[in-house]
C-alpha cells in the first residue's frame, strides 16, 4: 500500500451532473489541491443497468478524466442503495419497530437476503475486476455506512430463517440456549431453536436482555459476512498499491454491529465527520468529536484512518440547524489530522439539486461560483499540507486509552438503566452509551493528554499509564485479571459505576458489587440509585461539583475517599462518591457517578498526576494534541475551538484558529 503523507480529497458524483460539466469540475478541484475523489457509491444502476449487463463507460470517462488532471480515485461499492431490478424482490428490510423498508432509499436492504448478496456478489465482483490494479484508483470503500440509520438490526422473513441456525451453531443444543439465557423467567423455555422469536421491538416491555444481546451479535455477524465477502473480492483483484477501506457513520458504539469485525481485513477504517446535522442548534462538542476520531483510529491498531466524508457546510435531509462558521469547519478537518487521519475528503463537491439530500451543501453550489467554504478549505489544505503532512502518517502515540465494551453498548441501548444514558436518536437509535464514553474521554481531551479508544477485546493495557473503564457491567475475568496484574505493576485504572455488576451472559453476579473488580477497587457498593436527569452534589477534594446519571453509595473496603456525596437531599450524604485504591505499584479508582465536567476534570486531573503524567488545562475551548514527526521530534497541535482570540502555550490562536509548536 502506498505511504500518503496528508491528502484532501471530495466526494463527486459524476453520474448526477451533464458531462459536459466534468472537465471543468475536476480541474477546479484539482487547481484547489485536492489529490483524491470517492465516487460511484450510490451508482449502482450506472453500472449494471440489468441484471448481469454490466456498463463502466461513465466511470471509466469519469476516472479517465480524473487521472488527467492528476486526481486519484476512490471507488465505492454501490450495494446500499438497490438498482430498480432489485425493487420487486424480496431483499428489504424490516426494521425492529416492525416498519417494512421499500425501494427509493438507502441502506434498506437485508444484509441475509440471499437475492441481494448474490446480486452485491456480482457487482462487486465486476467492480474488482474492472478496477482491480488499475493505477487510477487508489483504494476502494465497501459500500456506504453500513448499519447507519438504524440497518444494524433486521426482524425480516430472511433473518427469521438465519437466527435459530445461528443460534444452534453458538449452543449446539436448545438446552444450553435455555440454560444461557435464564429461560425459567417467564416460561421462555424453547424446546427447539425454530421458536425463539426474532428481538423485534414489543409494544410493551422488552425482551429477554440476553436474547437480544445475542441477536445483536447474529445481526453484527451477518453485516460483518457481507463486508467480508467484499472486502475479500476485492483484496483478491487488486494490487498491492490499492488499499480497502469502509467509511463508518456516527456513533458508533451502541450500533449492533461490532465495527472492529468489520474492519478486519480491511487496510485502515474511515469515518464521515458531521459535528453538526440537521436541525441540530449547537455543533456537538470538539470533545466528542476527538472520542469519535480516537474510535475509529484505533479500530485497526491506531494506522491512519480516512475521513471519507468531512461536512463542508450545512447538512440535513429534512431540516437545517446550525450554520458553522467556514473556519470551524475547516477545524474540525484539521482536528481530524490531529487525532491520526491522514486523509480527508469533503462532502461534496457540488450541492445536488435534487433528491434526498438536496439539503447537503457542498463545497460549491449550482451556480459554481467561489464560496467562502470552498475559498477556506482550500486554504486549509496548503498550509495543512505545508505543516502536517511530516506529522500525518506517524501513529499517534497515546499515554492513556478509554477502553470500550462491545456488549456493555448492546445492553445498555434496551437496558439504559438511567435517563442519563438515553440519548434516543431515532426510534430505533439509542446512543447513551457513546454520551458516557465520550464524556470519560472529554477530560484526557481537555486536560492536553493524548488518549486512545480501544475495545476491552483489544487492548494491551501494558502500553498505557491510565485505562479508563466506564459501564464495563460485564467484567471477563481474564480481562479482570489482565488489568489487576498490570495494576500491580504500576498502572492506574479508572473504574466506572456498574463494573463488575454482570458476567458473561448478562447475568447479575451473585457477589458484592463490584463483583469481580471488589477486591481490586477495594470497595463494596451495596446500594444505588439511578439519579436519571437530576445530579447530586458532591466535592472531589475541595472542588464542589455534581454527579449525575447514577449514584453508588460506597463502602470502603481499604481504599481512601477521594469524593464524597455532599447533596442535603440525599441520604447518602457523607458517604464517598469516588474512592481509590492502591494495589502493588499501581491505584484502582473507582468512580461511582458520572461527575459533572468540572468534578470530571478536577477528578482526572489528580489521577493523571498521580500516574506521573502531566495534565494541563488551557482553557475549555482548546484541544492540545502531542504528536511526533517522520524524524521523532514532538509538536503540539493547538486548536482553539472557539469564536474568540485565545492565548494558550504561549501562542495566539486565531478564532476557529491552530498552531503547530514544538512541544516541550
Ligand atoms: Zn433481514
Not at 421499500?102 to 467492480?127: H, K, W
Not at 488518549?451 to 460485564?474: E, F, H, K, N
Request: glycine share 8%.
Amino acid at each position: 500500500m502506498k505511504a500518503t503523507g496528508l491528502e484532501f480529497g471530495v466526494d463527486w458524483y459524476p453520474e448526477q451532473w451533464d458531462e459536459g460539466r466534468w472537465r471543468h469540475d475536476v480541474e477546479r478541484m484539482a487547481g484547489y489541491g485536492f489529490t483524491c475523489v470517492r465516487l460511484m457509491e450510490f451508482a449502482w444502476t450506472v453500472v449494471e443497468p440489468e441484471p448481469g449487463r454490466f456498463d463502466f463507460s461513465t466511470f471509466d470517462r469519469a476516472i479517465g478524466l480524473l487521472a488527467e488532471a492528476g486526481l486519484e480515485a476512490i471507488v465505492g461499492t454501490p450495494t446500499a442503495t438497490p438498482p430498480h431490478w432489485l425493487s420487486d424482490r424480496p431483499v428489504f428490510r424490516t426494521s425492529p419497530t416492525g416498519a417494512a423498508h421499500s425501494y427509493g432509499t438507502r441502506r434498506n436492504l437485508c444484509y441475509n437476503a440471499p437475492e441481494y448478496r448474490e446480486a452485491s456478489r456480482r457487482v462487486v465482483a465486476a467492480i474488482a475486476e474492472r478496477y482491480g490494479g488499475d493505477g487510477r484508483v487508489a483504494g476502494f470503500q465497501v459500500d456506504n455506512e453500513i448499519g447507519h440509520e438504524a440497518s444494524d438490526r433486521c426482524v425480516c422473513a430472511h433473518c427469521r430463517r438465519e437466527w435459530p441456525r445461528w443460534l444452534e451453531r453458538r449452543y449446539g443444543d436448545v438446552g444450553r440456549l435455555n440454560d444461557a439465557w435464564g429461560a425459567a423467567f417467564w416460561n421462555t423455555s424453547y424446546a427447539s431453536f425454530d421458536q425463539v422469536p426474532v428481538a423485534a421491538i414489543q409494544p410493551s416491555t422488552i425482551q429477554n436482555p440476553a436474547l437480544v444481546l445475542d441477536y445483536d451479535r447474529f445481526c453484527s455477524d451477518s453485516a460483518v459476512a457481507f463486508a467480508r465477502e467484499q472486502t475479500d473480492a476485492l483484496r483478491a483483484a487488486s494490487s498491492p498499491g490499492q488499499w480497502i477501506t469502509t467509511n463508518l457513520f456516527p456513533p458508533p458504539l451502541s450500533n449492533a454491529i461490532d465495527m472492529e469485525a468489520l474492519t478486519d481485513g480491511m487496510d485502515f477504517a474511515s469515518w464521515d465527520n458531521y459535528p453538526v446535522w440537521g436541525d441540530q442548534d449547537e455543533p456537538l462538542p470538539w470533545q466528542f468529536n476527538a472520542t469519535a476520531q480516537s474510535y475509529v483510529r484505533g479500530l485497526r491498531g491506531g494506522v491512519p484512518f480516512t475521513v471519507m466524508e468531512e461536512m463542508s457546510g450545512f447538512q440535513g435531509h429534512v431540516c437545517l440547524g446550525y450554520l458553522p462558521p467556514e473556519r470551524r469547519v475547516a477545524l474540525w478537518a484539521v482536528q481530524a489530522v490531529a487525532r491520526g487521519a491522514n486523509r480527508v475528503v469533503f462532502f461534496r463537491w457540488r450541492t445536488a439539486p435534487y433528491g434526498q439530500e438536496q439539503l447537503c451543501y457542498g463545497l460549491v453550489d449550482g451556480d459554481d461560483e467561489e464560496t467562502e467554504r470552498l475559498r477556506v478549505v482550500a486554504e486549509t489544505i496548503r498550509r495543512a499540507k505545508a505543516e502536517l503532512s511530516s506529522l500525518a502518517s506517524v501513529p499517534v502515540e497515546s499515554p492513556v486509552c478509554v477502553a470500550y465494551s462491545k456488549d456493555d453498548a448492546r445492553v445498555l441501548r434496551e437496558q439504559y438503566l438511567s435517563k442519563g444514558l438515553l440519548m434516543r436518536v431515532s426510534p430505533t437509535v439509542q446512543a447513551g452509551y457513546d454520551k458516557e464514553a465520550a464524556s470519560w474521554y472529554a477530560p484526557f481531551a481537555t486536560l492536553g493528554v493524548g488518549a486512545d479508544i480501544r475495545s476491552v477485546g483489544s487492548l494491551d493495557p501494558d502500553a498505557y499509564r491510565v485505562v479508563s473503564l466506564p459501564l464495563y457491567q460485564m467484567a471477563d475475568p481474564a480481562v479482570v485479571d489482565r488489568l489487576g496484574r498490570w495494576v500491580e505493576a504500576g498502572g492506574s485504572l479508572v473504574l466506572g459505576y456498574r463494573a463488575g455488576a454482570r458476567d458473561l451472559l448478562d447475568r447479575n453476579v451473585e457477589a458484592p458489587l463490584p463483583g469481580l473488580f471488589a477486591e481490586l477497587a477495594g470497595v463494596r457498593v451495596p446500594r444505588f440509585e439511578s439519579l436519571n436527569e437530576t445530579s447530586a452534589a458532591l466535592r472531589v477534594g475541595a472542588v464542589p461539583g455534581r454527579g449525575g446519571v447514577w449514584a453508588d453509595v460506597i463502602e470502603p473496603d481499604g481504599a481512601e475517599t477521594v469524593a464524597v456525596w455532599t447533596d442535603r437531599g440525599k441520604f447518602y450524604r457523607g458517604s464517598p462518591a469516588v474512592t481509590v485504591n492502591r494495589v502493588g505499584e499501581g491505584r484502582v479508582w473507582y468512580v461511582g457517578t458520572s461527575p459533572s465536567p468540572i468534578a470530571m476534570l478536577a477528578l482526572y486531573r489528580r489521577i493523571l498526576k498521580a500516574a506521573g503524567l502531566r495534565p494541563r488545562f488551557a482553557g475549555a475551548d482548546v484541544e492540545a494534541v502531542e504528536r511526533r514527526d517522520a524524524d521523532g521530534k514532538a509538536w503540539r497541535l493547538v486548536l482553539n475551538h472557539s469564536p474568540r482570540r485565545r492565548r494558550a502555550y504561549g501562542a495566539t490562536l486565531e478564532p476557529w484558529g491552530w498552531v503547530k509548536l514544538p512541544a516541550d
